[in-house]
C-alpha cells in the first residue's frame, strides 16, 4: 500500500499514565491504596502513641513518601511524542493505450474525414488542455497509470496534493500552496499516445497494445495501491476488453474495499464500416506449370458494407522491380454476407515464368464508404517461382507407417524429387520403392549430400553412419542451410538419448534434450489413449501448421484430431528452441512433441511421435498438407539463397502489429569459414520507406557466424531489410517481413458502455461520457485524513537514577529516626 505524508504540522508531548481503564479497575487501586494507607497510619500511631505529635507526623510523613514514590512508579508516567501529519486523498487514473485506441472517435465519415480525433487523441486533449488534472490534484494525489495488455509497472505522471492541510500552517508559501506545472503535450503524447512520437532513429509507430485487459488493470491497481485514503479510480477507456480477467472481479474487489470506480467512455456507440483481408493463403514455393491457389479471406462489418459487393484484386511484380506491383493478374467480385463472416475468394494461378515475384491483394471498398482504417485492406505475399525441384532424402530406420506414407505422398507430388534410404534393408538386395532413387548407403560425397535441401529422419539409426558422413552432414546443415526433420521412434531414439552412444554430433542437431529410457521401460510402456496436441503461442502462429482452410480458425483440423498414444520422453527445449508443441497426457511429464532451432544457417524440426499418420483418419489431405508445408518451411533456406556466404533465417515472415522481430543471420567470410566480426551493419526500412534505428546485429555468444538483432513490428506494412556481408560487403542477404493488423482489437471497435456502466454499478462511482469528464472532481470526496504518528517508544518518567536515590535515602532516613527514637 502506498501512502502521501505531505506535511508536518506541529510535535505534540503527551504524558501517559498506567491507571485502569475501567470502573473495577479504579475501585479495586482505590481500596487497596485506602487499606494499605489505613494499615500504615495505624500502625505508627500505635509505635509513637507514647511520643510527640511531632515525631508521629515525621515518621508518617517519610513513610508515606515512600509509598507516594512507589505508587508513582506503579503508575508508570510516560512521556509520548508525536508529529502530527497529513496523509493525502488519493485518486488513479487508468488511461488505455491499446490499439483501439488509435480509432476515430467518432464513427467514420461523421466528423470531418481524415482530420477525425482519434480516441487517443481526445483523452490526450482532455488530460492536457483542460482543467481537470489541475482540479484534482487541488484535493487529491494524482497518479496516472498506462494499461492495454497490462498495467504500467509505474505511473506515468504523478501530482501531488495541494490540500491546504499537507502544509505547514506557517508556511504559506510552501510548493504545494503553487499550482504545479502540467506535463508538456509532447509528454503526454509519449506516455499515452507512443505511436504519434517518433524518437531518434525510428520511425512513427502505429496503434498500442495487442488487447485491452480492463478487469485486469482494475485488480492490479487496487492490489497494489491499497484503499486508505483512496478516493476513486478512474477508468478511461473505450470498454474493449478483450483479454485477461472478468471486470466483475474487479468490481467486486472495489465494492469489498469501498473504493470507488469511475468510468469515463471514449468512442463511437456505432458499429463503423470496414472491409478487411483476413488472410491470405498462398505457398512461399512454386514449380513453374504447376497449378496452385492463391485464397483471400474477406470479412465487413457495417451496415455501410455488409451485403454490398466489394472488388479483390490481385497484382504482381518481379521482387527487384521498383515501387508497387502494378500488373494486374485478376480479379473478382464478391458480396460480403449479411452475417458479417469471412468469405474465400480463389484465385487459380500456373506460373509459366521463374522467379521471385510479389503479389499485392487488395479490397476496393464500394463508393462513398468510409472505412475505420484502410491498412486492413492489402495484404502481400512473396512467392519463389522455381525451375529447380525440392530435392528431398527420406531415410528410415525401419518401414513405420509415416515413412511409408509420406515417401508414397512425395513421389506423387510434382515439385519434388525424392530419394529414399531405409536403413532395415540388406545392400544389394532389390528392393522396390515409391522413389526417384533408392541409396543403400547415406552419401559418402560432399556433392551427393549437398544437393539435397532437406533431409527427413524417420527413427534413424545414427550409429549405422559413419563418423566422416555424419560431420558432413553437420556441415550442410550448418554451413549449407540445410533443412532437417527427424521423427522420433521406439527403435534408435532411445539409443540415441543414451549419453553413452558416441552421437554428440547428432544430439547437439536436435532441438531438444533426449530423456534416456531404460529398455525395460519401453517395453512394458502402455498406451490405450490418445491425448490431443497441445500448441503453444509460437504453435499457433507457426503457418506450417495452419492445416485448415477456415481462415477464423486455421488449427481447426488440429482441434478435430484426436491426438497421438505415445512422444518420446524429453527434459526440455535447448536455449533459443522454439517449442511448438507439447504432449497433454497428465500423467506424463508433457514431452515436447514439436520444435524447432536453427543450426548455423540450417534448421532442425523435431517431431516426438511417429504416430502422425492419424491425421489421415480425419482427412488424407491434412497429413499430406501437413508434410509439406513442413518440407517446404524446411527447404525455403536453400531456394531463397542469393550467396554462398550467408543465411537469413527468419522464424516467419509474417508477423502482428506490435510484436517483436526477431532478425538472425549466418555469415560466412571469403574462405567459407564462421565470419568472426563483432557486429554486422543491417538496412532496415519501414512500410513508409523510413529507416529504423536498428543499424547492427551482433554475434551470438556461443554461436559462431552468427549475428541477432530485433525491433518492434511498429506499423503495418511490409518491411525491407539488407545485410552487406563483411569485409568487402559486395554481397547482400535481403529479405522482406509483412506485419499485419491483429483482429482481437477490431473485432468490434465499437464503445462497450455496457461492460463500462457494469464495472462502476455499486461502488459509489458512475459511468461518465468524455465530455462530462469535467465533472470528476465534484464526485470524489477529499479522503485527505490528519495523523498522529509516534517519533519513538514512550519514554519512562520514574527511570531515573534520583528516584532511586530519593526513594532509599527516605528509608534511611525513617531507619535513623527510629534508631534514635529506640523504635527499632
Known sequence: MSVTLLGVEETIREIEWGVPETGWGWAGLVLVTGLVLAFVVGCYLRDTRDMS???????????????????????????????????????ILLVDTSLSMSFPEKKPGTAGGPSERTRALALRELLSESDLVKTLSQDHHVRVYTFDAGLAKEPVFEFASRDPRGRPA????????????????????????????????EMQQRGGGLETRVGEAVLTVLQREGSDGLAGVVVMTDGASNAGTDPGAARQLAVRRKVRLFAVGIGSLELPDNVQLVNVQAPTDVHVGDAYGFSVFVKGQGAGVLGKDVQIELLKKPESGEGEPDEKVDSRTVQLPPDAGPVEVKFDLTPETAGRFEFLVRAVTPAGITELSTDDNHRRRLINVTERKLKVLLLAGGPMRDYRFVRNMLFRHPGI????????????????????????????????????????????DWQAIPDTRREMLVEWIEKQAGGLLVVAGDVFTPELADAAAPLDDIRTLYPVVLEPLPLETNL??????????????????????????????????????????????????????????????????????MASQFYGSGRVLYVGSPELWRLRALEEELFDRFWIKAIRELGQARLKRGTNRGTLLLDRTEYLLGQTITLRAHLLDPQFQDLAEETVAIELFGPDGRQ?????????????????????????????????????????????????????????????????????????????????????????????????????????????????????????????????????
Open 524 to 593: 512394458t510402456r502402455t498406451a490405450d489413449q490418445a491425448w490431443p496436441v497441445e500448441f503453444s503461442d509460437d504453435g499457433l502462429d507457426a503457418s506450417f501448421l495452419h492445416l485448415s482452410d477456415d481462415t477464423a480458425d486455421p488449427m481447426e483440423a488440429w482441434g478435430e484430431f484426436d491426438g497421438v498414444f505415445r512422444c518420446f520422453p524429453t527434459t526440455g527445449p535447448k536455449d533459443g528452441a522454439l517449442v511448438y508443441a507439447r504432449f497433454s497426457d497428465p500423467g506424463s511429464d508433457r514431452p515436447v512433441l
Open 170 to 201: 506557517s508556511d504559506e508559501t510552501a510548493p504545494g500552496a503553487v499550482v504545479p506545472a502540467l506535463p508538456r503535450v509532447a509528454d503526454w503524447d509519449r506516455a499515452i499516445r507512443p505511436w504519434t512520437v517518433a524518437q531518434d532513429g
Open 417 to 460: 524429387e525424392i530419394d529414399v534410404l531405409l536403413q532395415t534393408a540388406e545392400p544389394g538386395d532389390a528392393i522396390s520403392q515409391d522413389a526417384d532413387r533408392v541409396l543403400q548407403q547415406f552419401p559418402a560425397a560432399r556433392e551427393d549430400l549437398f544437393a539435397y535441401d532437406v533431409i527427413v529422419g524417420f527413427d534413424p
Open 692 to 824: 529504423l534505428g536498428l543499424n547492427e546485429l551482433r554475434q551470438q555468444p556461443n554461436r559462431p557466424g552468427q549475428y541477432v538483432g530485433s525491433f518492434r513490428a511498429s506499423q503495418p506494412g511490409t518491411f525491407r531489410l539488407a545485410v552487406p556481408i563483411p569485409p568487402e560487403e559486395d554481397e547482400r542477404l535481403a529479405g522482406r517481413i509483412d506485419v499485419v493488423l491483429p483482429d482481437l482489437e477490431s473485432i468490434d471497435p465499437r464503445q462497450n458502455r455496457p461492460l463500462l456502466s457494469g464495472l462502476v454499478r455499486g461502488t459509489g462511482g458512475e459511468y461518465l461520457d468524455l465530455a462530462e469528464a469535467e465533472t470528476l472532481p465534484a464526485s470524489l470526496p477529499n479522503l485527505g485524513t490528519e495523523l498522529l504518528v509516534d517519533k519513538g517508544r514512550p519514554s519512562p518518567l520514574w527511570d531515573r537514577a534520583w528516584v532511586l536515590y530519593l526513594l532509599v535515602g527516605l528509608l534511611c532516613l525513617e531507619w535513623t529516626t527510629r534508631k534514635l527514637l529506640k523504635l527499632a
Open 53 to 91: 505529635r511531632v515525631w508521629t507526623g515525621w515518621l508518617l510523613l517519610l513513610r508515606l513518601s515512600v509509598i507516594a514514590g512507589l505508587m508513582l512508579v506503579f503508575l508508570n508516567p510516560r512521556e509520548r511524542e508525536s508529529e502530527r501529519t497529513f496523509r493525502a486523498s488519493r485518486v
